[in-house]
């Protein structure tokens, strides 16, 4: 449904009122921010959403075939639904229902729906019945929404988090394995499907701590992101003395090489067919303390993901937030090092990094959540654009943004953006808040 025109007239009034948030400077230097581009548009994908933790990966994606950008979202009870975005007449498409999942429990929020497309067009979505196995729901025509899309298992292997990943005709769908929540203990694994996920390969492991004496033994991935042949992996430790995800430290980049089944860091260097506890400093780029918090809040880092650039570089975006300060920063590995740059020093809340060209493109919240901003950097030049600031459109109890995601092969719509109440998130089930979409 289109926002309406009243809506339109009051959005605009606020953003001509908004000032732009400033870019903060740090080594190595950044331009001075440009103002906005252009005059972003939103448009309403639907009111009919309950909360879901989804990574960095999935939200939707554009089909440059049939000219629209498809969009997963959960709604009541948790079902699975999708809508096209028809961009030749600029209109929403009816939710279609393509998976009846009826959860009512505290937990649901976990089983949130990836979107990709399969090599022949067909749309799928993958989910995991949190901790317990892994589900792909495929359409049964290329390029479209309608019709009764097919259900299957795919896993038995304590799935959580999946992150799938399509290469040369290939599915690697990553994933973490609840292996001893009571320690607690989640190592890091993968599957793999080269019939379009009608048969998978056992489960092999790609990152095991091991049970650490500090308990931070579960493998939180945030961003799964591929190059060439390498998928790059980008975690944190987390649970610690407070059990299961009671705090969390550091954050890691490493690479899946996918010609040879290896993990590597940043750097080249091979660490075998999987990352053990003591290789871990290989591949620890930030250092985060899980006690230097501020009030209210369990974690030090936001959504780390990482993107390897034309030039060969790697870039990670996060969000770092301590009991003094918070910040947006951007590390570039270059030259066999990583530098770091604060791009806003007023906000940690991080949502989304895309590589674009020889630059990169971030979407973060502020403080405040009351706006969502685009800053675009280009790390040959330092300069920094801010492709748009705009307003939260909060409206049925929601104050605060979730998810912001880039589109995958975005087209004019370049974000998909979750709004929840954060109270209520986990208790609510009856779809009944904004997902929008951010034109430009």
């Known amino acids: 449904m289109a926002v309406r025109p009243l ?10 009122a908004v000032a732009l948030s400033a870019a903060t400077t740090s080594a190595p230097p950044i331009a001075a921010a440009a103002p906005v581009q252009a005059a972003a548009t939103l448009d309403t994908v639907t009111n009919a959403y309950v909360y879901g933790c989804l990574r960095t990966n999935g939200a939707a994606l554009y089909d440059a075939t049939v000219g629209k950008t498809f969009v997963a979202y959960s709604s009541t009870n948790h079902d699975i639904y999708l809508k096209a975005y028809d961009h030749a007449s600029n209109s929403w498409s009816a939710g279609v229902r393509v998976a009846a999942l009826n959860l009512t429990h505290d937990n649901a929020y976990h089983d949130y729906p990836v979107l990709k497309q ?34 299957r298992q795919i896993s038995t292997d304590r799935n959580g988090y999946l992150e799938p990943i399509f290469l040369g005709g290939t599915i690697y769908l990553f994933y973490s394995q609840n292996t001893d929540i009571a320690y607690p203990y989640r190592t890091y694994r993968l599957i793999t499907s080269s019939d379009s996920g009608l048969t998978w390969s056992a489960p092999r492991t790609l990152i095991d701590s091991g049970r650490t004496a500090d308990k931070y033994a579960e493998v939180y991935a945030f961003g799964v992101t591929q190059r060439d042949s390498r998928v790059y992996l980008t ?13 969390g430290k550091n954050i890691y980049v490493a690479y899946f090489e996918t010609a040879d089944y290896t993990l590597r860091t940043v750097g080249g260097t091979s660490l075998g067919t999987s990352i053990t506890g003591a290789e871990l400093a290989q591949t620890s780029v930030v250092t985060t303390s899980p006690t230097d918090l501020p009030a209210g809040k369990d974690l030090p880092e936001e959504n780390p993901v990482a993107w390897r650039l034309t030039d060969g570089s790697v870039v990670l975006g996060y969000g770092v937030g301590t009991s003094t300060s918070r910040k947006i920063v ?25 590589a674009s060209g020889d630059s990169v493109e971030v979407v973060y919240a502020t403080a405040d959540q009351k706006r969502l901003v685009a800053k675009r950097w280009t790390p040959a030049t ?37 709004t929840i109440n954060q109270a209520s998130r986990k208790t609510e089930h009856t779809g009944r808040w904004p997902v929008f979409a951010i034109k430009n």
């Open 7 to 16: 809506f339109r007239r009051r959005l605009a009034a606020l953003l001509a």
């Open 330 to 354: 951007l590390a570039r590995y270059a030259g066999g090092a990583w530098t770091s740059t604060t791009l806003d020093s007023t906000t940690s809340l991080f949502k989304d990094i895309v």
């Open 382 to 418: 330092g300069a920094v654009t801010t492709p748009f600031d705009v307003v939260i459109p909060y409206n049925n109890g929601a104050d605060t943004v979730f998810y912001a995601d880039f589109v995958e092969n975005r087209n004019g719509i370049s974000v998909i953006a979750s």
């Open 118 to 151: 399969l090599p022949d067009g067909r749309l799928t979505v993958f989910r995991a019945q949190h901790t317990v196995s892994a589900h792909m729901y495929t359409a049964p025509t290329a390029h479209s929404i309608s019709g009764t899309w097919t259900a």
């Open 235 to 247: 975690w944190s430790m987390h649970g610690g003395p407070k059990g299961h995800n009671g705090g």
